[in-house]
């Protein structure tokens, strides 16, 4: 008996999410470039770009940060980049998204002042 499989071409036809560019006629993957960020990372060795005519061209390392949705997936993920290369790349989900977002916030102020412990309920069950 051969299993019905649901039509997965009606995807690409629905509506737009609200964060979806809405631009992408030739595929149907959402993604929100318009609503990327960027964050340089200062401490971070240069990455080279290219070569102008005095040489080598560098470009601060940076994340891009921004949320796309494939075809066959069933909700969006929060994705981040390297720029400019777009290398490595990381899928979260959006509980996942918030976790990392905390615990970046959480640590930060940490850093900021070594008197402030804050400790992050989730990460208390796992083992360092």
């Not at 737009?16 to 990372?41: E, I, N, T």
């Not at 002042?113 to 208390?124: G, I, N, T, W």
Request: proline fraction near 9%; charged fraction near 25%; glycine fraction near 10%.
């Amino acid at each position: 008996m051969r299993m019905q499989h649901a039509d997965q071409s009606s995807w690409g036809n629905e509506p737009c999410p609200a964060w979806c560019d809405g631009d992408h006629p030739s595929w149907p993957d959402h993604m929100g470039a318009g609503w990327m960020c960027f964050v340089r990372l200062s401490t971070e060795d240069p990455v080279l770009d290219g070569q102008t005519d005095g040489g080598p061209a560098y470009q601060p390392k940076e994340l891009e940060i921004y949320v796309q949705q494939g075809m066959r997936e069933v909700g969006p993920r929060v994705a981040i980049g390297q720029r400019p290369t777009g290398e490595p790349k990381i899928n979260l989900l959006p509980d996942e998204a918030r976790h990392l977002g905390e615990g970046l916030i959480r640590l930060a102020a940490m850093a900021d002042d070594d008197r402030q412990l804050v400790k992050c309920e989730p990460c208390d069950k796992h083992e360092a």
